[in-house]
């Protein structure tokens, strides 16, 4: 078992939807978790950084964390073409950011 | 540029040679990670130096990889005797701890090995 599972995608979703990205992890020790977004041939970008149970919003970016069920998501609301890209999920076992571990990543095309 | 720096940003190497990459993370950051990313890949993470002490390395890391950051500042990753499986992207981060735990990445060094 993987330690952060994500669907490979592609999710495509229609300009203006919302674009749902999911994670799971296996490391109940894990305190901290994060979105990062990828462009093709760059390197990674955080988006969201979060730590306790709920939703923490950021413009148009939710993140929905849930330690019991050990499940991380992303919402994307009015997803633009320009958030097409593969977007990482990332766990952490302290609230240091000590030797995360990331998803394999899910690729979002968003069309025009 | 005030971002992560890394060098070189492509290196193509023959089987059995040494490779050496050099980062240099933001400046006051005082955390630099190292991560391997391959294609269709998450980044694989390598090693992690808080100021000039090496925490933690992975167990997936063979003895050819060696990493340093002398002084705390910047840091090298040296592969001995590379094989084609060492054919990836070699990321560098840098944090600030403890305020701060977002990871800010370089721009990768590419690594082909024939």
């Known amino acids: 078992q993987k330690e952060v599972e994500q669907n490979s995608g592609p999710l495509s979703v229609p300009e203006g939807a919302i674009a749902s990205l999911n994670c799971t992890y296996s490391d109940r020790g894990s305190q901290s978790f994060f979105w990062y977004r990828q462009y093709s041939g760059k390197s990674p970008e955080l988006i969201m950084s979060?730590?306790?149970?709920g939703d923490k919003e950021d413009g148009r970016f939710t993140a929905q964390l849930n330690k019991a069920s050990q499940y991380v998501s992303l919402l994307i609301r009015d997803s633009q073409p320009s958030d097409s890209a593969t977007y990482l999920c990332?766990?952490?076992?302290?609230?240091?950011?000590?030797?995360?571990?990331f998803g394999a990543g899910t690729r979002l095309f968003v069309k025009a | 540029d005030t971002g992560v720096s890394q060098n070189p940003r492509h290196k193509i190497t023959k089987r059995g040679q040494n490779v050496t990459f050099r980062c240099d993370p933001i400046?006051?950051?005082?955390?630099l990670y190292w991560y391997r990313q391959t294609l269709g890949q998450g980044p694989e993470f390598l090693t992690y130096?808080?100021?000039?002490?090496?925490?933690?390395k992975s167990r997936l890391l063979s003895d050819r990889f060696s990493a340093e950051r002398p002084k705390g500042s910047f840091s090298t990753l040296e592969i001995q005797r590379t094989e084609q499986g060492d054919s990836a992207m070699y990321l560098c981060?840098?944090?600030?701890?403890?305020?701060?735990?977002?990871?800010?990445f370089g721009p990768g060094t590419r690594l082909t090995v024939l």
């Open positions: 990332a766990g952490s076992p302290n609230t240091g950011g000590f030797k995360t571990i």
């Open positions: 130096f808080q100021n000039e002490a090496q925490l933690e």
């Open positions: 400046s006051e950051h005082n955390r």
């Open positions: 981060a840098s944090s600030f701890a403890p305020s701060t735990d977002t990871q800010y």
């Open positions: 979060i730590y306790s149970n």
